[in-house]
């Protein structure tokens, strides 16, 4: 299938980007669309991970104000997720989210295992989520955690034996895509 760009324009540029695009699309009926307008917020990949504590047989997340949710949801603003943080330029996949789970939770990783790579919301955004699966042991605790002070992050942890993590995932209580989809992805890991 067919795109035309008629115009590109960068309209805001700060830490993330959007992009305003006329553009022309082919149809399913093989013809080209009339000129239409489309933004992109272009922030980069985000990297995120689904962390199981092998020793203690506990999922473990991360609780955090997070001010876009509490902006549209007060009650929930203090958010239990999966971590995650943006990619870096520099950075491949696998080394930003072996730096966010040192600074989230204060383990030392290697080898995250990719599970999933998808688009948050395809209709306004290029950023992607690239989601692992990550195994760590009582051993592999090198730091404190707590978030990068210097972002101003107040990150504590949060676990879940497998079945509570059922339970809350049952009831609602995750309210963020990435961390419903680990969260699945976890349970049928287990066969839970």
């Known amino acids: ?96 989210i072996t730096r966010e789970v040192m600074e989230e939770l204060g383990y030392t990783i290697s080898a995250p295992e990719k599970i999933a790579s998808f688009f948050v919301s395809p209709g306004a955004t290029s950023g992607r989520v690239i989601l692992f699966y990550v195994e760590v042991t009582g051993h592999m605790k090198t730091g404190t955690g707590g978030g990068a002070t210097g972002e101003g ?15 809350a995932l049952d009831a609602g209580e995750f309210m963020d895509a990435k961390t419903v989809i680990g969260c699945n992805y976890l349970l049928r890991k287990f066969d839970c």
Not at 54 to 81: C, G, I, N
Request: hydrophobic share 45%; aromatic share 10%.
């Open 153 to 167: 992050e107040d990150i504590q942890a949060v676990t879940y034996s497998l079945p509570a993590l059922r339970a």
């Open 1 to 96: 299938m067919k795109v035309k760009i008629i115009k590109e324009e960068k309209v805001f540029d700060h830490i993330f980007k959007i992009v305003s695009a006329e553009l022309q699309h082919e149809l399913y009926n093989g013809q080209m669309s009339e000129p239409v307008v489309r933004l992109n917020l272009d922030r980069g990949d985000a990297v995120a991970a689904v962390i199981f504590d092998m020793d203690r047989r506990e999922a473990v997340f991360v609780r955090q104000f997070r001010y876009p949710v509490y902006s549209k949801q007060p009650s929930a603003a203090w958010l239990t997720e999966v971590i995650a943080g943006m990619a870096e330029e520099q950075e491949t996949h696998e080394q930003a």
